[in-house]
């Protein structure tokens, strides 16, 4: 299970407090057009309110649209139906949190820590938390990674400094060694190994085969 809370800022280019209605209107269509496929809701903006030259709006889904995908759709859409109307701009969009809930496939053995987020976990279910996050990091995705980094370093703790270690599965009974003598010198006194010519000895012989 997978749950994104996401509450978030778009900075206008002026003042819209005189426009609640226009804003009131285009949050119901976004919510029954671009956050929804046939009766499935992908995610859904809860909340929105209007402060002069910021549109503020809480975003949730339980992962079917991830609410950053769909603000960035829900910034084209802004643009393209009020922008021209009454000439508004986005000019940026800040995160103010941005909180995503999932399941593990296990219980970590020890805290786990990631860059640009805090993350709490109890028993298999793990909370990241993320604030002032800017528009860049979400156009790259890092979400998901941060969350598949979450799971992976759970996952590692099960496999870090583990020892190697062996069954033995079958052992024979010790056996006394059969023979303890030096083997050369009782194959010599047998006759079954002589010695051959020493190296003084064989050059010796190569010099009278010479003449």
Request: no cysteine; net charge positive; glycine share 6%.
């Amino acid at each position: 299970m997978m749950r994104f809370d996401l509450k978030a800022r778009f900075v206008l280019s002026s003042d819209v407090s005189a426009l609640t209605k226009e804003f009131e209107d285009f949050i119901t269509r976004t919510n029954e057009s671009i956050l929804k496929k046939g009766q499935d809701k992908l995610a859904v903006i809860e909340h929105s309110r209007i402060e002069k030259g910021t549109l503020l709006l809480s975003i949730a889904s339980e992962g079917s649209l991830r609410p950053h995908n769909a603000l960035l759709q829900i910034k084209n859409a802004f643009s393209k139906e009020l922008g021209k109307t009454h000439h508004i701009g986005v000019r940026g969009i800040t995160i103010e949190k941005y909180t995503i809930s999932f399941d593990l496939t296990r219980e970590p053995l020890k805290d786990i820590a990631i860059p640009f987020a805090e993350v709490k976990i109890q028993g298999k279910h793990a909370t990241m938390t993320l604030s002032d996050v800017s528009e860049e990091f979400l156009r790259r995705n890092y979400i998901d990674r941060m969350i598949n980094r979450v799971r992976e370093k759970v996952e590692n703790q099960y496999y870090e400094g583990k020892a190697e270690f062996w069954k033995l599965i079958w052992k024979s009974e010790e056996k006394k060694p059969v023979w303890t003598k030096d083997p050369t010198e009782e194959m010599e006194k047998l006759g079954w190994l002589k010695q051959g010519p020493t190296k003084e000895n064989g050059s010796i012989i190569r010099k009278q085969q010479q003449y």
